[in-house]
């Protein structure tokens, strides 16, 4: 199994929504960290997201552009990549936010942001 | 009657266009010359001013229009909000104008009467304070020496006098005078998000970490991020040194009541709704709401607040001002308070569940202020 850890692997603070907002937005952390690891596991693979370690918590702008973003730009359907990811942390506050991903990807359409450029 | 040329219609679609993208407002505004522009922002400075003095401003007008305010004994946004915003208000417009004669502008603020200060008056007035500050090139120096002591802690923890660099001032002899203890503000921009020190501070003074900050951090995560994105739009002629945003907590260690308050300085929540992508699931939030009061600043607030946090729309924006509510959600009891404009949205989680409010305000917070409030 491959892992991300987002404190350690990307930034302590992972905030906003565009990479114009800065290195520590979700579109930074889909485009140059998440779907270069998804393109790299095996067919059976997943892939573990460490969410809590060294950072205090996600804004849903984040979530939203990092994750269901994938399904957005028409990379990976959104049950496939359900299916793809696991979380972990040891704060139980975490829990939320495993929801919130796992929310904004089911509700994510493919390709919807191709279409709405 | 004169032909309809081809160019004036041009210009008349050009202009509709604008005026449908960015406002009215907007569009208006950046539309007039630069000196007609100062001119009116200048003439609406002395209107301003001299209506706030009439409703009980306490201020001191020189001969050269030179206005020196004399902060009253309590400012609590509670308590005392009229009285409260007409300082803030005053301190905005005043220190919108730092060279003409012809009209007002901001020569000093006294403190010496000043007894009480909320932790969220107390964020306001250091905003305003540091917004003069910068637009004077630093030149400001507080006077402390007739302060009352428990003002001077409480300015000295919130880190007030970091804000001038030519401020020399010794800390507070005995520093429990005051039961509110307050953390260091964190002021920060588009660029500079990290407020990372303010949960570091807060657990260092309540003695243990505040359980459910994960939700709060989400829920400022998403204010900074709607500040990058809304509060200071590129249509107006903003200086980037006044695009910030302004962050504190209080600890009352006797009722153990924790707050934690942002402000920005910005156009408000009730006026980027028009043109943000989640103004067409506004209007149909407030399609029920009779006309007259739909562009209620409080009811655009409560209809921002309320957007379907479920929506399956392809934009998927509009999630950041509800997250706000879930750290008082999560732990079952506190407020969330969102001022901006003449509105205010306030969510009560208590033993009775959830309960929402919406107000008028009399005076417009001109920003966003957002308050949390829950008792540890």
């Known amino acids: 199994m491959q892992r991300i850890n987002v404190g350690k692997d990307f930034s302590g603070h992972p905030i906003g929504r565009y990479r114009e907002d800065g290195p ?18 095996e067919s059976n693979e997943q892939l573990e997201i460490v969410l809590d370690d060294e950072v205090e918590g996600y804004g849903s702008s984040f979530l ?13 359907h959104s049950d496939d990549l359900l299916k793809k990811l696991t979380f972990s942390y040891r704060d139980e506050d975490f829990a939320f936010f ?13 390709g919807s942001a191709k279409e709405s450029k | 009657m004169k032909k309809y040329t081809e160019k004036q219609r041009s210009r008349d679609v050009r202009r509709t266009v604008l005026q449908r993208k960015l406002g009215y407002k907007f569009y208006t505004r950046d539309s007039r010359g630069k000196k007609h522009k100062k001119e009116h922002l200048d003439k609406t400075i002395n209107k301003r001013v001299d209506n706030l003095i009439e409703q009980g401003l306490e201020a001191n007008i020189n001969a050269d229009r030179r206005v020196d305010l004399t902060l009253p004994e309590t400012m609590n946004l509670s308590s005392h909000y009229d009285q409260t915003m007409r300082y803030i208000n005053a301190i905005r417009s005043l220190s919108q104008n730092s060279r003409s004669r012809r009209y007002y502008r901001l020569a000093s603020v006294k403190f010496h009467l000043l007894k009480e200060i909320s932790s969220s008056a107390a964020l306001l007035l250091t905003s305003e304070l540091s917004r003069w500050d910068d637009s004077i090139r630093n030149n400001l120096s507080p006077q402390t020496q007739n302060w009352d002591p428990v003002i001077f802690e409480k300015f000295y923890s919130l880190g007030f006098f970091n804000l001038f660099r030519k401020a020399q001032v010794n800390p507070p002899k005995d520093s429990k005078e005051s039961d509110v203890r307050f953390v260091k503000y964190i002021k920060g921009n588009h660029e500079d998000k990290d407020y990372r020190g303010l949960h570091i501070q807060l657990t260092k003074i309540i003695g243990e970490k505040v359980k459910k900050w994960p939700l709060l951090h989400g829920g400022l995560d998403e204010a900074i991020t709607n500040v990058c994105h809304h509060a200071y739009p590129s249509t107006l002629q903003i200086r980037e040194k006044d695009k910030n945003w302004y962050l504190t907590g209080a600890f009352n260690e006797n009722t153990k009541e924790l707050k934690i308050v942002f402000c920005d300085q910005g156009i408000g929540v009730p006026a980027s709704l028009p043109t943000s992508k989640i103004w067409e699931k506004v209007l149909e939030s407030i399609a029920s709401v009779p006309a007259i009061n739909r562009r209620k600043h409080a009811t655009l607030l409560k209809a921002a607040m309320e957007v379907s946090r479920t929506s399956t729309d392809q934009t998927d924006r509009g999630k950041g001002l509800p997250d706000m509510k879930e750290f008082i959600r999560q732990r079952g009891a506190g407020y969330l308070a969102l001022m901006s404009g003449y509105g205010l949205y306030k969510l009560t989680v208590g033993e009775n569940g959830e309960t929402h409010k919406t107000d008028t305000l009399n005076h417009p917070v001109e920003g966003t202020l957002i308050i949390w409030r829950v008792q540890l």
């Open chain 1, 24 to 41: 520590e937005s979700g579109e930074v952390f889909r485009e140059d960290l998440l779907i270069p690891k998804l393109k790299e596991l």
């Open chain 1, 98 to 110: 495993e929801t919130k991903i796992k929310q904004y990807i089911s509700e994510a359409s493919l």
């Open chain 1, 64 to 76: 939203v552009e990092a994750f269901a973003g994938v399904v957005k730009v028409g990379f990976m």
